[in-house]
């Protein structure tokens, strides 16, 4: 597939850049104190999700493990070469996901690595790298309802993971194509799948991965499917505290690096095409990688 930027991915990579020549003289005490806090604990804290496999999840032995996780590695690796600390400790801290936000705003952990999309309005509040992931908001949906596309839940009730993008994906959507839903904001995903299951909502929306990865769960996995319809394009990136110059040029670059190389491929291929630990199984997503995340990843 060839890698021109597409119009789309380009705003994408463009709203995740920082000018850092504008930054650089209000930021740099900032972006001191960061890297002066983890030379003094000798430790670099990150946060992440234990329930968002594929990106960020609790394995078996209970350490976290995923695609968000592997791309941290290489980050925590380039940190300690940079700051001269072989020793360097890595300490994994789970986050609620209301909670993901706040604990990068407050410096709880020094970068956050999940499934945590980069919005404008998150933006305000914390700093993005560059994209390691272009997900979409899907549904899934109950296939005794016989709803087989997005037009047929006009009307009807839908439920969306709180403090999630997709509870906005879906209310956009739902007021723009003037359908008349209603969405539910359930406290996990969990709760989003219990209402679906019981039939209180005909539609549960949350980012197409994280749905396909909880129906492979499912042991009546026949019974549900997911709609072929986008609700939202949405890029994945790893957070940390905003205007942090050093930080950005750390995290942008590794990832820069491990997309040359051809590393991210690789990871992408472990956790998007291979089965990998869920729950008592091994189970494959078979997802290819899509020709937007191949241009992210080749852009220098």
């Not at 560059?130 to 009807?156: C, E, N, S, T, Y």
């Not at 039939?199 to 197409?208: E, F, H, L, T």
């Amino acid at each position: 597939m060839p890698t021109l930027l597409t119009d789309s991915l380009r705003r994408l990579l463009t709203a995740a850049a920082v000018p850092l020549a504008a930054l650089a003289c209000s930021t740099q005490a900032n972006a001191q104190a960061t890297f002066e806090k983890i030379a003094a604990r000798h430790q670099i804290n990150v946060g992440y999700r234990n329930d968002s496999a594929p990106f960020s999840y609790a394995g078996r032995n209970k350490k976290p493990v995923g695609y968000s996780i592997d791309v941290c590695e290489a980050v925590t690796a380039r940190m300690a070469e940079r700051l001269g600390m072989k020793d360097l400790r890595v300490n994994y801290v789970p986050i609620e996901v209301d909670r993901v936000i706040t604990f990068v705003k407050n410096g709880s952990v020094d970068m956050l690595c999940a499934n945590t999309t980069d919005t404008a309005e998150r933006r305000d509040q914390v700093a993005f790298s560059r994209p390691i992931f272009i997900d979409h908001v899907g549904v899934m949906v109950r296939k005794k309802d016989g709803i087989a596309k997005l037009d047929q839940l006009a009307g009807k009730q839908l439920v969306a993971i709180r403090s999630t993008t997709a509870v906005k994906a879906v209310e956009d959507v739902g007021q723009a194509k003037s359908l008349g839903w209603k969405v539910e904001g359930a406290l996990n995903p969990d709760a989003a799948l219990g209402q679906l299951q019981l039939g209180w909502a005909q539609g549960y929306a949350r980012d197409a991965v994280q749905l396909a990865m909880q129906l492979a769960d499912l042991k009546d996995a026949d019974q549900y499917a997911l709609l072929p319809d986008s609700l939202s394009s949405e890029p994945i990136a790893i957070a940390f505290r905003k205007d942090d110059v050093a930080m950005r040029e750390l995290v942008d670059g590794a990832i820069a690096d491990a997309g040359a190389s051809g590393k991210a491929a690789a990871w992408y291929d472990k956790w998007f095409m291979r089965p990998i630990p869920m729950g008592q199984a091994n189970k494959a997503l078979g997802l290819p990688m899509s020709p937007e995340l191949k241009a992210a990843l080749a852009a220098r």
